[in-house]
């Protein structure tokens, strides 16, 4: 199946600090990723989706001036958690979907584990 | 409103048996319904799709059932295995231009000895 990586798999940051998380996909070409951050014991929350090539959709209350987005190429998207903050510090997510074989699958990236101290 | 809600919250079975986790949904019009596994600090994998016109699919011992009518979905795993200790997240898309997609907020799974 196809796989989505994400770097890095932790970060331990200081307050103020931005930190940039990568989303890959290895073996296809993903049109779009979404961008989710979980709290423990809880489901996703989707934060926003990008589009290769143009500006993301952020969902609402997620400020996009804090968490930019940026989805250069068709295997590559990353966020940037600017001004980190501890209340940031949080399991971030990325899924890649290649819109145009219309099968429906989402695939997921392993997570990254944010610390702000 | 667009909504995704499972059952139970949590489940604590022994290692060998069998159990069934629900999903009920209200998201319009539906396009499909997935069923993910995540193991802690993991992102989900995929265990089944489903759209529409399906109304079971299998993958391994887990068994994924579907009906479009009433909106619900089950997943049942069979012999059970310690390695299925995990959360199971159902999530509904629905069709549209958007292609929003809506997660249930998971069935956490224990599988004790």
């Known amino acids: 199946g196809a796989v989505v990586s994400q770097h890095p798999s932790r970060v331990i940051c200081k307050s103020g600090t931005s930190v940039k998380i990568e989303c890959r996909s290895l073996d296809f070409q993903a049109t779009t990723m979404f961008w989710y951050r979980q709290f423990p014991k809880k489901s996703l929350m989707l934060m926003a989706t990008s589009n290769e090539g143009s500006k993301a959709t952020y969902e609402q209350g997620v400020e996009k001036d804090k968490f930019l987005i940026n989805h250069a190429s068709l295997t590559l998207s990353t966020l940037t958690v600017t001004s980190a903050h501890p209340e940031d510090s949080s399991f971030y997510i990325c899924s890649a979907r290649d819109f145009r074989t219309d099968n429906y699958e989402q695939y997921f990236g392993p997570g990254t584990r944010l610390t702000v101290t | ?113």
């Open chain 2, 1 to 113: 409103k667009n909504q995704v809600e499972q059952s139970p919250q949590s489940l604590i079975i022994l290692e060998g048996k069998n159990c069934t986790l629900q999903c009920n949904y209200t998201v319009s019009p539906f396009s499909n319904l997935r069923w993910y596994k995540q193991d802690t600090g993991r992102g989900p994998v995929s265990l089944t799709i489903m759209t529409f016109s399906e109304n079971t699919k299998s993958n391994g011992r887990y068994t994924a059932t579907l009906d479009a009518d009433t909106k619900q979905s089950s997943l049942h795993i069979t012999a059970s295995q310690l390695s299925d200790s995990a959360s199971y997240i159902c999530v509904v898309s629905a069709k549209s231009s958007a292609s929003k997609i809506i997660f249930g907020s998971g069935t956490r799974l224990s599988i004790r000895p």
